[in-house]
């Protein structure tokens, strides 16, 4: 897979993962900020959002944490 597809995958999942998470500070996961080098990650916690249906406040936190860990250095 190119670089830029990676791009755009990861651009896609973030968008994805925030509008089913609802997270009302969606402006602190820009997929432009995450690490391409962890796409197996973000596939991970993408793959693992869209198989549910409902999230607690608090694994709601924890995902965004998991996503904010993933920024570039």
Do not use: G, P, Y
Not at 48 to 68: G, P
């Amino acid at each position: 897979m190119h670089l830029t597809d990676r791009v755009a995958d990861i651009a896609r999942m973030v968008e994805d993962i925030k509008a089913k998470l609802k997270v009302v500070t969606a402006a602190s996961i820009k997929a432009e900020t995450l690490d391409e080098s962890r796409f197996e990650d973000i596939k991970d916690i993408h793959n693992h959002v869209m198989s549910r249906s409902q999230f607690s406040i608090s694994e709601i936190e924890a995902l965004c944490d998991e996503l904010r860990s993933l920024r570039k250095a």
